[in-house]
């Protein structure tokens, strides 16, 4: 069954090698460090992966741009241009222009602060291709307050003008890291509201997942929820999961309701713990064969692809 994947970070860890030379460059077709290498990728039936654009908040502030731009560079270079296989989908429909083998490549910025508050940077992001960003990643930026803030405000005006923007250039607004306060408000102003990567707060309670109203809401807009395979995001203090576990967040989500809102965000290449039987890319059809046992076929081909497709900017009504 084909799979879309909402969230990884290799271009973080591509940046990474690249600038510690000593490791040595990545290969991004067959690097066995890569969870979402070119070959996992094929093995696992990914038709569409999502490639983070993430600056760690501890870079300069007069660095952060030159590190998103090395980021972009680098998905061109080594993702896209020596993987042939491998498309930039710049527009939502073009993932329907597919054609038998091919992946499609969707670039995303997970955090305001690789643009500052400089909005040409951010219409920059656009023209990229980026096509879903996150106002923040933990941290609080000057767009609003992330998981990890104790203050826990909301969005700042420029974050208001930036879901403003993503909503006229159709590009989801991410909530994934966002504050509390944060989420409230994007949901009153976010035409495509997603969560790339997050889980269910009930059943693990990490400041990364959603309470039950959070996820309610986001139902009742249409909005996506993506679960994340990080074992401390599923099971309470814990680095050990198992895939059934992650089933029972996906059970969970369709009991409020989120049967036809479900997806995956796999965090792959981000994490540093893994499911059992569920260590990359490459063995997606592993959660595929068993979320079939709990579930039906039209139910589980959602989940994987089918959620996503009917939910993109250009198809939402």
Not at 133 to 145: E, R
Not at 164 to 178: I, M, P, Q
């Amino acid at each position: 069954m084909k799979i879309i994947d909402a969230h990884c970070d290799a271009l973080y860890k591509l940046q990474e090698a690249k600038r510690q030379k000593e490791k040595g460059e990545l290969d991004y077709t067959q690097s066995s460090l890569l969870d979402t290498n070119f070959n996992r990728l094929k093995q696992g039936n990914v038709f569409v992966q999502f490639y983070a654009i993430f600056i760690y908040p501890t870079i300069s502030s007069d660095e952060i741009w030159q590190f998103a731009l090395e980021q972009i560079e680098l998905f061109h270079t080594e993702v896209v241009r020596k993987n042939p296989q491998i498309r930039q989908i710049k527009k939502w429909h073009e993932i329907d222009e597919l054609q038998a083998g091919q992946i499609g490549a969707v670039l995303t910025l997970e955090g305001a602060d690789a643009f500052g508050n400089d909005l040409s940077k951010l219409r920059h992001l656009y023209k990229e291709g980026v096509l879903s960003i996150g106002l923040t990643w933990n941290n609080a930026n000057l767009c609003a307050d992330g998981v990890g803030e104790p203050r826990g405000g909301g969005l700042t005006l420029l974050g208001k003008e930036m879901v403003k923007l993503n909503n006229a250039h159709n590009v989801f607004t991410d909530v994934s890291h966002l504050s509390i306060k944060g989420f409230w408000e994007v949901m009153e102003l976010a035409d495509y509201p997603i969560a790339t990567h997050s889980n269910v707060r009930k059943l693990c309670d990490h400041p990364r997942n959603l309470y039950d109203d959070q996820i309610k809401e986001m139902v009742a807009r249409d909005g996506l929820i993506h679960v994340v395979f990080n074992p401390p995001f599923i099971r309470q203090n814990s680095e050990k999961a198992s895939v059934s576990d992650l089933i029972d967040h996906i059970d969970y989500l369709c009991s409020l309701g989120g049967v036809k809102n479900i997806g995956f965000g796999s965090d792959f290449d981000g994490i540093d713990h893994f499911i059992h039987g569920l260590e990359n890319s490459s063995k997606y059809q592993h959660l595929i064969n068993e979320l079939l046992k709990r579930f039906s076929e039209t139910h589980v081909r959602g989940f994987a692809y089918q959620n996503f497709l009917d939910h993109r900017p250009e198809t939402h009504s």
